[in-house]
């Protein structure tokens, strides 16, 4: 983190005719922390960045001096991790990744954590939703908009085919692949939406093509679930046994054989076969991460 930030602050204020105190009263504050950023004593508090860069006139990227990777990485820390976040931290955010997206080398990046940002307020807004809908039932147990409210909120199953298909993601996955036909994950996501509509006989066809280019043990997966939507849970099960024959070193195999189980209720089978995943599966090599810090002309490095 920059330590020079202080000094910034400072010229910014100066250079717009401000006090310490007018700054801070602007900000709902005291004279005295607007001192300590300036003295590099602390740093503002992310809550009032947004706040803080308008009356200063510069963007939060230019007044947090951080590296664009830093900010990114922070944004997509704090989406993963953080189960509520603030209508100031979103607002930082979600500025930040707009202002960064005329960058073509992070275009991508950018839409995504604005997509991810986005479905973390939606989640956020699911839990007081179905709070709601709970209370609702206790003064009126019979109302039916309240059980489909809670339905809704808590990502329920929907009976009604004609609002359950999944025929918009389908359409658009099948231009997708059309137009990208060696990203294979496409490929998954389209079987996907295919199987859980029920539309076994274009996933056959997806699932070869899938296998041209990315042979493995998606095509036993694939392929069992496939059997089992059709009713064939025999040929499931020996189609999903198969995959961990042939890959018995892949934890992903064995990992999603105790998927398929799971959702089968055999959570003894299921159980086994994740156990046996983690087993497998490789551990992550943790490397010390170092940082600068300059402060009053010295440099510590941590």
């Known amino acids: 983190m920059n330590i020079e930030m202080g000094k910034k602050i400072k010229l910014l204020r100066l250079q717009k005719g401000m006090t310490q105190e007018v700054l801070a009263g602007r ?28 009356l200063l006139g510069v963007t939060i990227d230019e007044l947090f001096a951080l590296p664009d990777d830093t900010h990114l990485e922070r944004i997509g820390i704090m989406i993963s ?6 209508a100031e931290d979103f607002r930082y955010a ?19 954590l604005l997509a991810q940002l986005h479905i973390h307020r939606v989640e956020e807004h699911r839990g007081l939703a179905s709070h709601y809908a709970k209370e609702a039932l206790i003064h009126a147990p019979d109302s039916k908009d309240a ?26 996955y099948k231009s997708f692949v059309a137009e990208h036909p060696d990203h294979w ?3 998954v996501w389209l079987l996907n939406y295919l199987i859980a509509d029920g539309r076994c006989a274009e996933a056959r066809g997806m699932l070869e093509s899938l296998n041209a280019i990315r042979p ?15 009713g064939n849970l025999t040929q499931a099960l020996n189609l999903w046994k198969q995959m961990t024959e042939l890959y018995p070193e892949d934890w992903i195999a064995w990992s999603a054989r105790g998927d398929c189980m799971a959702k089968l209720g055999r959570y003894d089978e299921a159980i086994e076969y994740y ?3 983690d087993d497998l599966q490789p551990r992550p090599v943790w490397k010390p991460y170092r940082i600068s810090i300059r402060f009053r002309g010295n440099t510590w490095k941590l």
Request: hydrophobic share 30%; aromatic share 8%; net charge negative.
């Open 185 to 187: 994950r496409s490929y």
């Open 94 to 112: 979600e500025s930040f990744l707009k202002e960064k997206l005329s960058d073509t080398g992070k275009t991508a990046q950018c839409l995504t």
């Open 216 to 230: 493995g043990y998606l095509y036993q997966l694939y392929g069992g679930l496939i059997c089992k939507e059709e």
């Open 275 to 277: 156990a046996r995943g």
């Open 81 to 86: 991790k953080e189960q509520s976040i603030s």
């Open 27 to 54: 900000l709902n504050m005291s004279s005295q922390a607007v001192s300590k950023w300036e003295n590099s004593v602390t740093l503002p508090d992310i809550q009032i960045l947004p706040e803080l860069s308008v």
């Open 147 to 172: 059980h489909n409210a809670l339905r809704d909120a808590e990502n329920g199953p929907v009976f009604d085919w004609n609002c359950s298909n999944h025929h918009k993601l389908i359409g658009y």
